[in-house]
Nanobody, 122 residues
Framework: QVQLVESGGGLVQAGGSLRLSCAAS????????MGWFRQAPGKEREFVAG????????GYTDSVKGRFTISRDNAKNTVNLQMNNLKPEDTAVYYCAASKNIATIWTGYDLWGQGTQVTVSS
């Protein structure tokens, strides 16, 4: 059984910070990349950040560049998303995701966590 579990969401004022964490478990778990997605009310789920298994390549959607940082610790099977200078527009449910696509960190995600709510007040 493979499972991704997010944590660290909550309520924060604009300009504040949150750190999301994703814990992966299961002996069958083997992916080339990990990522974070988010979905705001009435909006489609969008890619936020991705990182290769080795951590040598990362990617971010333009709206979070310079504010969010994705990282991973393979020994602990965790992926993190440090979110700084949060804006009300960042309010969404954030999902951890895993991909076996070795060619790109932008697509191919097929394993998802349950999501964690991030709310940024203005």
């Amino acid at each position: 059984q493979v499972q991704l579990v997010e944590s660290g969401g909550g309520l924060v004022q604009a300009g504040g910070s949150l750190r999301l964490s994703c814990a992966a478990s299961g002996r069958s778990f083997s992916r080339s990349a990990m990522g974070w997605f988010r979905q705001a009310p009435g909006k489609e789920r969008e890619f936020v950040a991705g990182i290769t298994w080795s951590g040598d390549n990362t990617g971010y959607t333009d709206s979070v560049k310079g504010r969010f940082t994705i990282s991973r610790d393979n020994a602990k099977n965790t992926v993190n998303l440090q979110m700084n200078n949060l804006k009300p527009e960042d309010t969404a449910v954030y999902y951890c995701a895993a991909s076996k696509n070795i060619a790109t960190i932008w697509t191919g995600y097929d394993l998802w966590g349950q999501g964690t709510q991030v709310t940024v007040s203005s």
